[in-house]
């Protein structure tokens, strides 16, 4: 078991060098308030001097510290590298592979970086230090000194440095595979401590804090921590365990950590004789392997299943932001041919993921052509706008001065021609509906295609230019065609339409019934009969000689002076009631109009939308490609066409870091074998 600390070492080096917190690695965070001596504690356990000393806020960065045991004879020791010969030795994350063998060396370089990134006057900043050192006199370890908690700010503080050190403290010690190691000075109240209160306050049944009570040689005389390391002020599940540490004088006056290690031991025998043997640095140190290779072992199962599954999310991630551009031409070419096919699938409706929120592509033209094409021909009346009066004023003036016994076709044919004329403006209209949900499929090409879209920009518009563009070409054609339509019906009135027959053997009944009603009105005048319509002969007398005469013309049929008495010629209707005769035209016209119209009606209803699936969704579907390659695949535009977005580029990029870290853990933690989990 004692293998699993460097393997999680590996993984939280995998991990800092993309500078993520995706995985909840466990490690050991060191909290306490400003100079309780949670540094001091640190360099115990590495045995060396390597930490920035003094008064105020000293750690004003995160320090991930990694502690490896390398035996002499281990096979961590190179020639190559130079830590063949030297007994402890530390690298540095951001330095690479550059090897530290002086420890004055490494408290110089933690103070530089610290200096870099926070600034010179008490700033702090939430970036971590990685520090791995490498001995034979310590424990595997991973240890994250974080800045101490303080209340108010000095120098270069903001004013809210204490909410700012509080929320980075809780971001490490939130993780639910860190161990909290509290740190509290003997010399103050233990019910005081920040540290322990901020511990509990994430870790409420106390089952990954450990307590550590500092500075037990600065009490009070005449005081003890016996009642504090025994946990009867405050019980802490995992232990309490008490240290000393090096003051400010004795690091000033270079003592050891050797020395400070045998004083310690010896003031614990004097002082806690009875819990000597379980307080001090080295049981600390023994405590703190233990806890951690323990608390490893059991969230090792947990963090093998979350790198797999952060694995397969970010391999799906890269999928959708596609490979980067090696090959430009093919890459346009795919791209072209993709965005073609998926746009005649979303036609067809054949497209891998089919919109269920709204209608769109083909069944959108369906609905237009069948649901709104259809009703708003159904909606065109066969005789609107035609009133009785129009249709008697058309047999009239088709008769010209000659009165007509029967209907004359061209009256007919003129006022219906006026009637199929209004089916034209719904076609155009229709055609227009057509073009517009082209134009709208463009959004509708499924989400690979989007993605390809968001990711080259320019390349989605110069798309969208060439479809719009080849649209509003086939328009005219179009829009041309369905007006032929409507004007090949009214170029030829076909009377002998086979559907037609029946209205017609109709309005032939009611002319023959007309025709035995007028034999019967007939009045037998010099051997021949004269037919007298309704109205005729009641304010006017027929003359001997044909001709009509007023009544005082009639009394005298010389008279010298013609006075014309006539009314004048009618220009708007009647509102006189029409005669039989009248009405039985008019019936027999409107008769004849609306079979003729359901007839074109249903012709239009039927090759409009043939022809505008040929001129425009048909064409387009077979000529998209050709045109799109015609129009964008030029060697000359290639860098401006496939000039990435800055933001689908860097998230890319972090997706492909993050997949390859992923991927690098999911291979660490596949070496451990069960054997070293007991």
């Known amino acids: 078991m004692e293998a699993l600390i460097p393997v999680i070492n590996k993984l939280q080096d995998v991990f800092n060098t993309i500078g993520t917190d995706a995985i909840h690695l466990p490690q050991i965070c060191v909290v306490g308030t400003q100079s309780s001596g949670k540094s001091s504690v640190i360099e115990s356990l590495v045995g060396r001097d390597f930490l920035p000393r003094g008064t105020g806020i000293v750690t004003r960065r995160p320090l991930v510290l990694q502690l490896v045991h390398v035996p002499q004879d281990s096979k961590e020791r190179r020639a190559e590298d130079g830590t063949l010969a030297i007994p402890e030795w530390g690298k540095f994350l951001h330095t690479k592979e550059k090897i530290y063998s002086d420890f004055s060396e490494m408290r110089a370089e933690i103070e530089r970086e610290t200096d870099r990134m926070s600034g010179s006057n008490k700033g702090i900043c939430p970036e971590p230090i990685s520090l791995k050192i490498f001995s034979s006199h310590v424990v595997n370890l991973t240890l994250v000194d974080l800045p101490g908690l303080t209340k108010v700010p000095v120098g270069d503080q903001p004013e809210d440095i204490e909410v700012q050190i509080r929320d980075m403290i809780l971001k490490y010690i939130t993780n639910p595979n860190s161990i909290i190691l509290a740190v509290t000075p003997a010399n103050t109240d233990m019910a005081t401590s920040e540290a322990l209160k901020l511990a509990k306050t994430v870790d409420p049944d106390g089952r990954r804090t450990l307590a550590v009570i500092t500075k037990l040689d600065l009490m009070d005389a005449g005081t003890d921590a016996m009642d504090m390391l025994c946990g009867r002020v405050i019980p802490i599940k995992l232990g309490i365990l008490g240290v000393v540490n090096r003051s400010q004088a004795d690091i000033k006056s270079y003592k050891t950590v050797e020395e400070s290690l045998k004083d310690e031991a010896s003031f614990l025998q004097r002082k806690y004789p009875a819990v000597a043997s379980r307080n001090g640095t080295p049981y600390l140190a023994k ?49 072209v041919t993709k965005f073609a096919s998926a746009y005649c699938q979303t036609i ?331």
């Open 287 to 335: 405590t703190l392997n233990r806890l951690l290779m323990h608390h490893i072992r059991d969230c090792l199962p947990d963090l093998k299943t979350r790198v797999n599954i952060l694995a397969s999310q970010y391999q799906s991630i890269m999928n959708s932001y596609g490979e980067p551009v090696l090959d430009k031409g093919q890459t346009l070419l795919q791209i």
């Open 348 to 678: 067809d409706g054949t497209a891998k993921n089919i919109e269920t929120s709204e209608l769109c592509g083909g069944a959108r033209i369906c609905y237009i052509f069948h649901e709104t094409f259809g009703k708003a021909l159904e909606s065109v009346d066969p005789l609107g706008g035609l009133s009785e009066f129009d249709i008697l004023t058309a047999i009239r003036n088709a008769t010209g001065p000659r009165p007509a016994l029967f209907v004359p076709e061209v009256s007919f044919e003129l006022l219906v021609k006026r009637q199929i004329r209004r089916l034209e403006e719904p076609s155009l209209r229709c055609v227009e509906l057509v073009h517009e949900e082209m134009q709208r499929i463009v959004q509708h090409c499924g989400t690979e295609i989007q993605q390809e879209m968001l990711r080259f920009p320019r390349l989605y518009e110069r798309i969208m230019d060439v479809v719009t563009a080849m649209l509003k070409m086939r328009l005219p054609p179009t829009n041309s065609m369905v007006e032929n339509l409507v004007g090949i019906e009214l170029s030829y009135i076909n009377t002998k339409h086979p559907d037609f027959h029946d209205a017609a053997a109709l309005v032939g009944s009611l002319l023959r019934e007309s025709q035995r009603q007028l034999e019967q009105t007939t009045v037998p005048i010099g051997g021949r009969h004269l037919a007298l319509t309704d109205g005729d002969n009641q304010e006017s007398k027929l003359g001997i000689n044909g001709h009509m005469q007023s009544g005082a013309d009639a009394k005298n049929p010389f008279s010298p002076k013609p006075v014309n008495l006539l009314p004048e010629v009618p220009n708007g209707p009647s509102s006189r009631k029409l005669s039989s005769r009248e009405q039985r035209d008019c019936e027999v016209i409107e008769r004849l109009i609306r079979s003729y119209f359901l007839i074109v009606r249903k012709s239009i209803q039927d090759t409009v939308p043939k022809a505008i699936m040929h001129f425009l969704v048909s064409y387009c579907q077979n000529n998209l490609q050709s045109e799109l390659v015609s129009r964008l695949y030029k060697h000359e535009h290639f860098d401006s066409l496939l000039d990435e977005s800055n933001q689908i580029a860097q998230r890319r990029q972090e997706a492909a870091d993050m997949l390859a870290a992923l991927q690098r853990a999911s291979h660490i933690i596949g070496e451990i074998r069960e054997t070293h989990l007991w």
